[in-house]
């Protein structure tokens, strides 16, 4: 193997970087000593912050390590590297988010061959031999935010409904299960422009801004990726304009600036998707796989839609 790809594992061996989740004596420990399960993120950053916290918690319970193994940008490669590592290392097992789930096949099966267990999260990988997927309900998220959609355009009297839609990437597997739930409802002659920013948020915001500049008419802002807004609305002068305009968005995922946004107001709205969930089940999960114990091949969680109705009650939780 070469230098140059050494897992993050390793280095955290000698840095202390690695979360230790050591049961303390008075519980029962697992006949298995030193479980370890690596968990890898498609990027490191506030929404995968509840997947980590989360997961550590269950560590905690359980016992055992867990090692958050975010890669170094937002390309599937690296993501390859990460899983090539973690086999010469001999893990127990591999939760993923796949940035690409048809490059990750391959890995992630010879990850299984190698006789580490592996599982999906928020993003999965379903061609591959992964032994279950926990996470948002993609495809029915999507048909959700296109109800909300139609709901906001009608209720802010739009009659063009022509929409622009932004995702993350145009391979990862829950942006496309999203966006095929979307059109599922949504006439596609309503569809303007599929903007794919792939998980980078600066260049997310200009391809947005760039768009919604052009001199055309657009009534609604579809945000399959919500990353770019977390900050707030106003973070993206373009977007704000849009909305005091009256234009109609609607947004993916939760922050403060972007709660105390939409209480304020009703042309817009966000799904909330169940992180914290993600993490625990998930660690939990695999867990009981490495044991021989029964575990889940999929747990699916429904995304929760706040609007100005909701937004203050759901702002009090963070």
């Known amino acids: 193997m070469k230098k140059a790809g050494l897992s993050l594992l390793a280095i955290c061996l000698f840095t202390g970087l690695l979360i230790s989740c050591k049961q303390n004596a008075n519980v029962k420990h697992a006949p298995k000593d030193n479980v370890i ?39 599937g490669k690296k ?22 789930a048809e490059l990750l096949k391959e ?36 048909t959700i935010c296109a109800q909300t959609m139609l709901n906001l355009l009608a209720k802010n009297k739009k009659q063009n409904n022509k929409i622009i839609i932004l995702s993350s990437g145009p391979n990862a597997e829950n942006m496309k299960e999203r966006l095929n739930g979307f059109r599922s409802v949504i006439n596609q002659n309503s569809i303007d ?13 200009d391809l947005l801004t760039l768009s919604l500049k052009k001199p055309k008419k657009i009534d609604g802002v579809q945000m399959l990726w919500g990353l770019p807004v977390l900050k707030g609305v106003d973070s993206i002068p373009a977007l ?22 939409i209480k304020d107001h009703p042309n817009c709205a966000t799904m909330k998707q169940d992180f914290h969930s993600m993490g625990y089940d998930g660690v939990t999960n695999m867990y009981n796989a490495i044991m ?22 759901e702002l009090s939780k963070l």
Do not use: H
């Open 193 to 205: 422009d599929i903007l794919f920013a792939f998980e980078m948020n600066d260049y997310g915001k």
């Open 37 to 75: 399960i690596a968990i890898i993120p498609k990027v490191d950053n506030e929404i995968f912050d509840q997947v980590k916290e989360s997961a550590i918690k269950a560590g905690k319970e359980l016992g055992i390590t867990i090692t958050w193994e975010a890669p170094t940008s937002n390309d």
């Open 292 to 313: 021989d114990k029964s575990y889940q091949m999929q747990i699916l969680y429904k995304v929760q839609v706040i609007d100005q109705r909701n937004a203050e009650e």
């Open 107 to 142: 890995p992630i099966d010879r990850a299984i061959k190698a006789g580490i267990k592996v599982g999906t999260f928020d993003s999965d990988c379903p061609k591959s031999n992964r032994i279950f997927y926990v996470g948002t309900d993609n495809k029915e998220a999507g």
């Open 240 to 261: 704000s304009r849009f909305m005091n305009k009256g234009g109609v968005s609607v947004f993916f995922d939760v922050s403060k600036p972007l709660l105390k946004y």
């Open 79 to 100: 993501q390859v590297e990460l899983i090539e590592n973690l086999i010469q290392y001999k893990v127990d097992g591999i939760l993923i988010s796949c940035n690409d």
